[in-house]
């Protein structure tokens, strides 16, 4: 079983708060990637990392931020939630060979 | 065109039979290929990588791979309900994944 963990599971928050989706993994993995999904829906690459100080956007235009300052570390900061951010982030972690481990995800819902 | 197409489904296949997926991408430059399984409400879980033209055989699981027509497909031997789930391929090139829309497996007993 894979070592990534999300937190909070789920967060219910009221529009312009900022929140951070926390995102560790402890199998010293270099590539670190945020992905977003909607029920039913594809997954959609919103960051992702291959290693400390490295952040690049994915393909689907976001308007989160990215931080990684450790290598087992990788938030997704929302400076002013929106409705429009109500989703499930979802956290993955790899390494060279054997992608991805998912972790557990964070249902987030902006009301 | 999406870099890595799948048909959505449903399929639908009896319990026992063999269950086909495909998967087509588009960046010719595409180094490594994973087929993941989700089931409702939960996380994607890694299930096949192949990384070479040919099959690869894991258990019930035969993920096979042809570059030259940037084709992937996943067969399922002896299918089971417990099977039933939406089956993602997903492509690799550089330090970029991406993955399909998904295709939604519907094993009936």
């Known amino acids: 079983e894979a070592d990534i963990y999300q937190t909070p599971r789920y967060l219910v928050i009221g529009t312009g708060k900022k929140i951070t989706l926390e995102c560790s993994q402890t199998?010293?993995?270099?590539?670190m990637y945020w992905y977003q999904q909607d029920p039913g829906m594809e997954l959609h690459l919103i960051h992702y990392?291959?290693?400390?100080?490295?952040?690049e956007k994915g393909d689907l235009s976001s308007e989160s931020t990215v931080s990684r300052i450790r290598t087992e570390h990788f938030p997704l900061t929302l400076e002013s939630a929106r409705p429009s951010h109500t989703s499930q982030y979802l956290c993955?972690?790899?390494?060279?060979?054997?992608?991805?481990?998912f972790g557990q995800g964070t249902r987030l819902t902006v009301v | 065109q999406k870099e890595v197409e799948q048909n959505s489904g449903p399929l639908s296949v009896p319990e026992g039979a063999i269950a086909s997926l495909n998967c087509t991408y588009s960046?010719?430059?595409?180094?490594?290929f994973f087929w993941y399984r989700q089931y409702s409400g939960k996380s994607p879980e890694l299930i096949m990588s192949?990384?070479?033209?040919g099959d690869k055989e894991d258990g019930r699981f035969t993920a096979q791979l042809n570059k030259a027509s940037q084709y992937v497909s996943l067969l399922i031997r002896d299918s089971q309900p417990s099977d039933s789930a939406t089956y993602l391929c997903?492509?690799?090139?550089?330090?970029?994944?991406?993955f399909g829309t998904g295709t939604r497996l519907q094993v009936f007993p």
């Open positions: 993955a972690s790899g390494d060279r060979g054997v992608l991805a481990f």
């Open positions: 199998m010293g993995h270099d590539k």
């Open positions: 990392s291959y290693g400390v100080n490295s952040t």
């Open positions: 960046d010719r430059g595409s180094q490594s």
């Open positions: 192949i990384y070479s033209n």
């Open positions: 997903a492509v690799q090139n550089t330090d970029k994944l991406i």
